[in-house]
């Protein structure tokens, strides 16, 4: 017994001094990188696409989001997987190179891993003041870290169980998209009168034919019992907000341009913008019919341009420089020295009235609806591979919210 006793208490010491003695994973060298995902796109689309599904929710192969969900692999166990396939399955072994087969790893780890193993471009102190915030008052119904309210799922760890696309999705979804609602039973919201006079309004937790649990507004629990109540009001909908694409600006949900900008709020760096005018294109005198005889784009159409989005913003801005009577030029300016990671701009004045007209720039205050038209307007079209995450997020969302039917 005394041997016994003595194996039992030295046995965990054994085992935990083996495991810290263990080699530590081998890094990925590709996981985060957004070249290397957006590589590791194309090959999954080539390779992988025809079994798992175009969006890796599944087709002749496995469902990648919910099996990659339930049960996480490590780095270098999926780079195995892919290089060695799967026994006993229609998973083959592939002869990727090293490189290629880190790059696939990337994008299935983009595809399907939570939001915290992704760059994720903006401004996170903005983002935490507009949650914490009355516009966008996530925290009159969310907690994190133990702040705010606990009427609605606490979200102190939904960065690390829920992939980007699933949290974009939840805040902005697609319109008339069900699947907010697919993991509606169990917290459904609730108008409950009671026979005192009484009203309580929340979520209800545990909802039975005898008894009733409400967590109010204010995150107060209520416990009722069904002899108590004179109606019971149930929504058939989240009680999340629907209005998030209305209610919060354009430069708000925005991701900002796409790679450079956000380089450099994280290395605390400021950007000096050329040609701000696109060769005059934005003063406006191109768009307003025959230009003056002089005009450079005349002679050489430089820099490249999306005519149909300049023609759009120049509307805007001619509409704004109207309300403040100045150019449309000191507007286009303006917009650009209102930008937090801007710095300065080059301007290219060929006359003293332009580069006085130019200066004056510096004392246009555009007011919070200029900003918000101007960044409407302006906003970047999709591009691979956000495209992609936002549009598989879709079926992603719908995969995660729909309950597991265990077998």
């Given amino acids: 017994m005394r041997i016994s006793a003595a194996l039992l208490l030295t046995l965990p010491v054994l085992l935990r001094a083996q495991h810290d003695q263990s080699a530590p994973p081998k890094p990925n060298p590709a996981i985060k990188d957004p070249v290397a995902i957006a590589a590791g796109a194309k090959l999954y689309n080539q390779s992988c696409g025809g079994c798992h599904g175009p969006d890796g929710v599944g087709g002749r192969g496995p469902n990648l989001v919910r099996q990659l969900q339930s049960h996480q692999l490590k780095d270098d166990e999926l780079f195995a997987a892919i290089r060695n396939g799967v ?20 994008y299935i780890r983009a595809l399907t891993g939570p939001a915290s193993d992704s760059r994720v471009p903006g401004d996170p102190v903005a983002g935490e003041s507009l949650y914490w915030g009355e516009k ?14 606990r009427m609605g799922p606490d979200l102190s760890n939904i960065g690390g169980s829920r992939p980007l696309a699933y949290i974009r999705q939840a805040i902005v979804p697609a ?25 309580v309004k ?6 039975s034919n005898y008894s009733l649990q409400v967590v109010d507004t204010k995150g107060e629990l209520h416990l009722i019992q069904m002899a108590d109540v004179k109606a019971l009001a149930v ?3 989240s009680l999340m907000p629907e209005d998030y694409d209305t209610r919060l600006t354009a430069a708000e949900l925005r991701d900002l341009e796409r790679e450079i900008v956000p380089m450099l709020r994280s ?25 003056e ?20 913003c120049i509307d805007v801005m001619r509409t704004i420089a109207t309300q403040h009577g100045v150019s449309v030029a000191r507007i286009a300016l303006a917009w650009l020295l209102h930008q937090p990671h801007v710095t300065s701009i080059i301007v290219g004045a060929k006359r003293p ?8 720039a510096t004392e246009v205050a555009l007011s919070a609806s200029d900003m918000d038209a101007l960044h409407k307007v302006s906003l970047l079209p999709a591009e691979y591979p956000g495209w992609m995450f936002d549009l598989q997020g879709k079926y992603r969302a719908s995969q995660l919210a729909a309950p597991v039917i265990q077998e």
């Fill in 175 to 199: 319109k008339n998209d069900p699947s907010r609602n697919f993991a509606l039973y169990g917290k459904e919201g609730v108008t409950v009168t009671l026979k005192n006079g009484k009203i």
């Fill in 293 to 312: 005889a002089g005009s450079r784009r005349t002679a050489f159409d430089f820099p490249p341009v999306d005519k149909a989005r300049a023609d759009a």
């Fill in 353 to 360: 009235d332009q580069l006085t007209d130019n200066i004056a």
């Fill in 87 to 106: 026994p006993g399955t229609d998973m083959p072994p592939t002869s990727l190179s090293d490189d290629d087969t880190w790059k696939l790893t990337a």
């Fill in 235 to 237: 929504l058939n909908h």
């Fill in 202 to 207: 929340g979520i209800a937790r545990n909802r």
């Fill in 136 to 149: 966008a008052g996530c925290g009159g119904c969310h907690a994190i870290l133990g702040k705010g309210s």
């Fill in 267 to 291: 290395e605390g760096l400021g950007l000096l913008v050329w040609s701000p005018l696109a060769g005059g294109l934005l003063s406006g005198k191109y768009a307003a019919g025959a230009p």
